[in-house]
């Protein structure tokens, strides 16, 4: 088994901020596992990652609203690599902007479903995985959460589940850290600011396409947090 490459989950790899995370860390030569529901951009960001000569991806065709495929994940992770050094819970839904008391059960449901119970059920099976990293200092998870509109007018569903997800980290950050300070696995979440992407556009549909583009700066903080992490054969 090689254990001399740095094995990195990002869901929601398909588009977007999960997209960009996923030629930044092929480029830093990353074994990626990448996820979401489309298989065809999923294979274009793989075939872009190959072409430029770096690892090849393993694509994870899933639906994070399914449980089951995400138990099935753990599993072809552990039978593949055995160990998982890293995380990105990248992928989220917005729902549909809306006065709480108007919005739809089943929309909020769905909000929930994706942006935290996914969450918990991937941090469930792939806990195991990571406690077998073979980064010294410890596997790293981060969540991808946003801090704006956290209380305004009609962001009330979007709001609660980042607000859940965020807190559900912090209780898992320090489950993971001993009285010591030493942590088995570290944790921590990244607000990346205002992109241009497929999930901004459903919130504001009339601004320009290009108006926050995704930059080397917003990036940066998700590379500051790997940079640390050092392999120990
Ligand atoms: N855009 C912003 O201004 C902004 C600001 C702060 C924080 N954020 C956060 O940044 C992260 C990335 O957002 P983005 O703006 O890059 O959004 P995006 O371009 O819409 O990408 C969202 C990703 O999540 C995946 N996804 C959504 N529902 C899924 C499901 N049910 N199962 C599997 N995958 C699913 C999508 O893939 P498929 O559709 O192919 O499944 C897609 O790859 C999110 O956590 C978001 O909350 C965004």
């Known amino acids: 088994m090689v254990t001399d490459e740095f094995r990195l989950l990002i869901t ?4 977007g901020l999960g997209r960009a995370l996923s030629l930044s860390f092929a480029r830093l030569g990353y074994r990626l596992i990448l996820t979401s529901r489309t298989e065809g951009a999923l294979s274009e960001l793989s075939d872009e990652i190959v072409s430029s000569g770096y690892l090849r991806p393993s694509l994870v065709v899933m639906d994070l609203r399914c449980g089951d495929q995400i138990d099935s994940l753990g599993r072809a992770i552990f039978d593949r690599f055995s160990s998982l050094d890293g995380v990105i819970l990248n992928a989220a839904h917005l729902g549909v902007l809306s006065p ?12 929930f479903r994706v942006n935290v119970l ?4 991937l941090l469930r099976c792939l806990h195991g995985l990571l406690l077998r990293s073979h980064i010294s200092t410890g596997a790293i998870v981060v ?12 962001w009330g569903g979007y709001g609660a589940s980042k607000a859940a ?3 559900m980290l912090s209780s898992y950050a320090e489950e993971n850290t001993s009285s010591q300070g030493f ?3 570290r944790v921590c979440c990244i607000d990346p600011g205002k992109m241009s992407s497929a999930l901004r556009s459903c919130a ?5 396409r290009d108006k926050y583009p995704i930059t080397e700066r917003t990036l940066e903080p998700f590379m500051a947090a790997f940079s640390e992490s050092v392999i120990s054969n």
């Not at 929601?12 to 588009?15: E, L, T, V, Y």
């Not at 996914?118 to 059920?121: F, G, I, M, S, V």
């Not at 504001?204 to 320009?208: A, C, R, T, V």
């Open 204 to 208: 504001f549909p009339g601004e320009l």
């Open 165 to 167: 997800f965020e807190t």
């Open 118 to 121: 996914a969450n918990h059920r």
């Open 143 to 154: 969540g991808v959460t946003c801090k704006d509109y956290r209380g305004t007018a009609f």
């Open 12 to 15: 929601g790899a398909s588009r």
């Open 183 to 185: 942590s088995s696995v």
């Open 100 to 111: 709480v008391e108007h919005g739809d059960i089943t929309l909020w449901q769905d909000l």
